[in-house]
């Protein structure tokens, strides 16, 4: 259910969707119904240690593996990490993501 390839991240960057809001990028394609969800997470090192870039990617798929069947239909989708990321707890970066697929009427 991840997305591991390069050109799974490049497709998405040229064909998606993008939108940026709170600690997060989200990028997005709809798949077709029948599909599973996918996605890949992005954390550069600007925003620090291994440590704080495992601890944000961690974040980001467990929000992300929660919130998935909320969804209105399968999606593929990256999630960039932003520096403000670093600072919040789960529930901060849940609402962040929440937000995110509101406004891009992907839920439910």
């Known amino acids: 259910m991840r997305l591991k390839h390069w050109r799974d991240f490049a497709d998405l960057r040229r064909q998606g969707h993008r939108l940026a809001g709170g600690c997060l990028i989200a990028n997005w394609k709809t798949l077709p119904a029948g599909s599973v969800s996918r996605v890949g997470i992005i954390t550069v090192r600007k925003l620090g240690s291994a440590v704080v870039r495992s601890r944000a990617r961690r974040l980001l798929r467990e929000t992300f593996r929660t919130h998935q069947h909320h969804l209105q239909q399968p999606v593929a989708m990256v999630l960039v990490a932003r520096s403000s990321i670093v600072s919040k707890s789960l ?17 439910k």
């Not at 901060?92 to 509101?102: C, G, K």
């Open 91 to 107: 529930p901060e970066v849940e609402s962040d993501f929440l937000w995110a697929m509101r406004r891009a009427k992907l839920l």
